[in-house]
């Protein structure tokens, strides 16, 4: 998770997308574990369509 997370900063960073001094994640983060194929695309559309994206 924690590189995941520095590689995802890093490249949010480099295109201009959050700022040097800004926060991205928040603290640790959850550990979900997707056994099966519709655990996997129930996770994926969360992702793509079930975030507030507007705060």
């Known amino acids: 998770m924690g590189t995941c997370k520095a ?10 997308i959050v700022a040097a001094t800004q926060a991205v994640w928040t603290r640790h983060g ?19 369509e079930g975030q507030d994206v507007s705060r």
């Open 7 to 16: 590689w995802g900063t890093r490249r949010l960073r480099d295109a201009g």
């Open 30 to 48: 959850s550990t979900r574990y997707l056994w099966k194929e519709a655990d996997v695309a129930a996770a994926l559309a969360y992702v793509e």
